[in-house]
Each structure stands twice: as structure tokens, then as C-alpha cells.
């Protein structure tokens, strides 16, 4: 009943045209530690860039880490590890390296992921859209925890969607064992999970001073997200950030409506999609904050389950009673706890 309460809007002076230049203009990270997962792509890597350029030093996990160390090649505040989501023994060996710099780490930003591929499985058997969303995330956070302890004030961002909104965990058979797959309803399955990760953790982290946000960056369709469903198109992709046609989209669409609603589909950039993480990763305003779920650069609504909004956060998504049920199960998904102190 607290969190939800605390679930509204606050007085924010960011909205969904912000962008990460602005969320960041008075923002100094000099001395700070700072991981962004998927930060070589999309949102992540603009995010990535933003941190590098504000003073922290920036380690970006990578599937591909010799793309990435050549896009980062000219900025010395960014360090390129080898990581793979869907590989247990790689979430450790990334982690043991990380805890054996004895750096801390003040901004963990789980911003990696899939969607909409066919049904496909890790070498354990679960589905990859929640093992690489929320299950490599959480055993990537929680084999972290140490260095996030050692920054004595953390932040960790796991990088939900509206597709909250669709409904919530599928509890009897998360891994599509039975049930036919539905790729787009998996996917939501994994977002729900990455808003009830940010309940669970906060819970837990708030005695070390780490707090945990969950944020929905947006519709961006130039993202590279859809990769994996074949739905991406680079040169498309530029071309449309290129040209400005999202903004003239918006203008269509806005007209549809009333404005003051601002409840329709409006499509953001790259830089735009990037600011709520961001927004979330740094602002003052969210001191003494957690364990909630934020879009457009702001605390979002807590709505109804059947609330016919695009926006707003759905109850299932925020449930702390959900957030421990599904952190058991995450635990012996991965074989993973929290360290005990």
C-alpha cells in the first residue's frame, strides 16, 4: 500500500520531449562507477556515452565485445568486458572480474534486451526472452552487490516497457513448457518481471543504501530492440532520425486527441528514449526513493488493471507480495542469492 502511494508523478521538470543532453547538463559523475548492459546499441549506447561524458567511468558488458571496443575506441572513460545474458558461467566470470577491480558501483543500468524472437532456450531450458530480460539481470545484480555495497549510495535501473500493461506473470509455466508460445506475451512476461526485479530489490538493497528503479523509455522505433524478430532496419533507422519524421508523426497523432492528455502513441529518438533511465540513474530528486516505476522522465501513474490508458503502471507490476514470490523463484532459476553480510 506504501508503494503505491508513492506510485504518482512528482514535480518533475522533465517530461517525454526531454532528452538525455538535458536530464544531464548539470549532472557531474567524476569519481563514480558505472555499468550499462546492452550500452554499446539503441538507447544504451547513447546512455553509455552520457555517463562517459559527465565523469564516470563506464564499463559496457558485450556479446560482441571487439564491435564494441572499436565503437568506444576514441572515449577513454568507457571499458568494453565480454558478457552474455543467456550464459550463467558468463554473468559470473564477468562479475568475478568486475568485484576483483575493487571498484564499487554507484549506477547499475540493466538496459539489455530482446523481443519477439521465436521460442528459443538457454542451456538450461528457460525461455530466452526471460532469461536474457530479467533472469540474466538478476544474477548479474545480485553477483554485483558487493561492489554496489561499497558505493555506499547505488542505483540500479532495470529497463522495463509498456508492455507491462498486457498483464502479468505467467506463474504455472514461466518457461512456455505447456502453454503454446506467444512471443509478444513473453515479452511482457519479462518486462512485468523487470518492474517486480526493481520492488524486490529496493526492498532488499535499502539497508546498504541501494535503490532500485524500474522505467518504460518509451516507444523508439530506431532502438534496434526488434532485432531479434527481424522487425529492424539500420539504414530505415537512421534515415527516420535523420529526417526528423518522428516529430512530424507525433504532430499527426497528437492531433487526434486531446493534447492535454498527452495519451497517445508519440514515438521518441534515441536520445529521448535514453533520458528516463538516465532521469532515473542520477536525478536529486529521486534521493531517498525506490521500488518504483517511472516513464517520461517522471514517477508513473499507478492505474487499475483494466485502465484503458497507454500509460501508467499496472498493479501487477508494482505488487511487493509478486516481487518476493517471483525473487524465490529467481533464486533457484539462477542458484543465486544475495551475499550474506
Not at 498483464?167 to 519479462?190: F, K, M, R, V
Not at 507490476?317 to 518476493?324: V, W
Request: hydrophobic share 40%; net charge neutral; no cysteine.
Amino acid at each position: 500500500m506504501q508503494l503505491k502511494n508513492l506510485q504518482q508523478p512528482i514535480n518533475s521538470p522533465f517530461n517525454f520531449h526531454s532528452t538525455a543532453k538535458q536530464i544531464m547538463k548539470k549532472i557531474d559523475l567524476t569519481g563514480k562507477y558505472a555499468i550499462v548492459t546492452g550500452g554499446y546499441s539503441g538507447i544504451g549506447l547513447v546512455t553509455s556515452l552520457a555517463l562517459a561524458h559527465a565523469g564516470a567511468q563506464v564499463t559496457v558488458p558485450a556479446r560482441h565485445p571487439d564491435t564494441a571496443r572499436e565503437l568506444f575506441a576514441n572515449e577513454p572513460n568507457i571499458t568494453v568486458a565480454t558478457l552474455d545474458l543467456m550464459d550463467p558461467h558468463s554473468i559470473d566470470q564477468f562479475a568475478d572480474n568486475y568485484l576483483a577491480s575493487g571498484h564499487p558501483l554507484h549506477i547499475l543500468i540493466n538496459s539489455a534486451g530482446i523481443m519477439f524472437p521465436p521460442l528459443r532456450r538457454d542451456s538450461r531450458r528457460y525461455e530466452s526472452q526471460f532469461s536474457t530480460n530479467h533472469l540474466g539481470h538478476f544474477q548479474l545484480t545480485l553477483r554485483l552487490y558487493p561492489a554496489l555495497q561499497k558505493a555506499h549510495g547505488a542505483r540500479v535501473i532495470a529497463v522495463s516497457s509498456r508492455a507491462q500493461r498486457m498483464g502479468s506473470i505467467q506463474w504455472d509455466d514461466i518457461n512456455w513448457e505447456h502453454t503454446p508460445y506467444d512471443p509478444h506475451l513473453a515479452y511482457a512476461q519479462s518486462k512485468v518481471a523487470n518492474g517486480l526485479f526493481a520492488v524486490g530489490l529496493d526492498q532488499y538493497g535499502q539497508t546498504d543504501n541501494i535503490r532500485a528503479f524500474a522505467v518504460h523509455p518509451g516507444l523508439i522505433p530506431t532502438s534496434g530492440l526488434g532485432r531479434a524478430s527481424g522487425q529492424y532496419h539500420p539504414f530505415m533507422s537512421r534515415l527516420i532520425n535523420q529526417l526528423g519524421l518522428l516529430h512530424a508523426r507525433n504532430t499527426i497523432e497528437a492531433a487526434k486527441v486531446d493534447f492535454r492528455t498527452a495519451d497517445y502513441d508519440y514515438y521518441k529518438t534515441l536520445q529521448q528514449g535514453a533520458a528516463t533511465q538516465l532521469w532515473a540513474a542520477t536525478s536529486p530528486q529521486l534521493n531517498d526513493m525506490g521500488g518504483l516505476f517511472l516513464e517520461d522522465s517522471n514517477v508513473a501513474t499507478a492505474v487499475s488493471a483494466n485502465s484503458a490508458s497507454r500509460f501508467g503502471v499496472r498493479p501487477w507490476t508494482i505488487d511487493p507480495h509478486d516481487a518476493k514470490r517471483l525473487w524465490t523463484i529467481s533464486e533457484q532459476l539462477t542458484n543465486t542469492k544475495l551475499p550474506q553480510n
